[in-house]
């Protein structure tokens, strides 16, 4: 039997609009849904405590390396105090020592090819220095708005200026080969900081909180969140610091896979183990411990 059913070619303006919104709706749930997906694959940590070693308590950390052997480098600032010294991990002890003019801010510190780079704060210019006794042996100019944090991956450098946005540098003319700004939830992460690339990602501290944001230098993106408030929080209920020392360096040990936090005029560096929280995350922690608003500096202004 034949039917004698036949499909319209054309639809009415009535079913049009229908399919229309249906497929509106449609998309609007996948968009969601992929959303919600990319949030969700976000990771949260705490942290435990392995070893506490000494810190100088005058030093104002705004870089800081693993460079092996037991031996950090790191890069301090205040204008009048900013220097590039090597320190030995277990003791605290200032190896050696390069002094920078008063007039210059110490910044983001990294080692590319067996030489040290610095970048200094509220300029567009660095030092390059040689690690076997800290003395520079040359400069650079980069192409971000101002110097804050640096790191690599042994190809390119990381950078940061204290804006949102994380900065991919060529390593020889220092020009940006991309820029990513970087956002939570719709909401710019302002201040990124001192920098690490730890296991194919960058590792960010957010001035002036105690957060260390995780982010994929590919395409910039979040990958998680470490919150370290109760570092702080231990040593200013003991008096060992105030309020306003931050939290800012980070290390990276790759081959016994160990990493290492301190602070602004902290008197300890501490190795610590990243765990993931595993209990949900309260609706607007993140926002309200870690997203601070943007920082500009007040005019002359001597720290930060």
Not at 42 to 65: E, K, M, R, W
């Amino acid at each position: 039997m034949r039917s004698s059913f036949t499909l319209s070619p054309t639809l009415s303006p009535s079913m049009a609009a229908s399919l229309l919104l249906s497929l509106i709706l449609l998309l609007s749930v996948l968009s969601s849904n992929s959303c919600w997906a990319l949030e969700h694959r976000i990771s949260y940590a705490n942290f435990s405590i392995v070893n506490v070693f000494p810190h100088d308590p005058q030093a104002f950390t705004q870089g800081l390396l693993y460079y092996g052997n037991d031996t950090l480098f790191e890069s301090t600032g205040l204008y009048g105090q900013s220097s590039v010294r090597k320190v030995a991990l277990l003791t605290g002890k200032v190896q050696n020592i390069h002094k920078m003019d008063d007039s210059l801010f110490g910044e983001g510190l990294t080692l590319f090819t067996k030489r040290l780079y610095q970048l200094t704060w509220l300029r567009k210019d660095g030092f390059i220095y040689d690690p076997k006794n800290s003395n520079q042996i040359g400069r650079f100019n980069h192409d971000m708005n101002d110097g804050w944090g640096l790191a690599t991956d042994g190809k390119v450098f990381f950078g940061s200026d204290g804006s949102s946005t994380l900065y991919q540098l060529h390593p020889r003319t220092f020009k940006a080969l991309s820029k990513h700004v970087i956002y939570y939830k719709g909401h710019q992460v302002y201040n990124l900081n001192e920098l690490e690339y730890i296991n194919g990602e960058v590792w960010a501290n957010v001035l002036p909180t105690d957060c260390i944001v995780r982010i994929s230098p590919n395409d910039g993106r979040i990958l998680g969140w470490i919150l370290l408030q109760n570092l702080k929080k231990e040593l200013v209920d003991a008096g060992e610091i105030n309020e306003n020392d931050i939290l800012n360096g980070i290390a990276w040990d790759g081959k016994q896979k160990r990493i290492f936090v301190t602070g602004k005029l902290w008197p300890k560096l501490y190795e610590i183990k990243v765990s993931p929280i595993t209990t949900p995350i309260d609706e607007g922690t993140i926002e309200k411990l870690c997203l601070p608003e943007p920082y500009y500096p007040p005019q002359g202004a001597q720290t930060h």
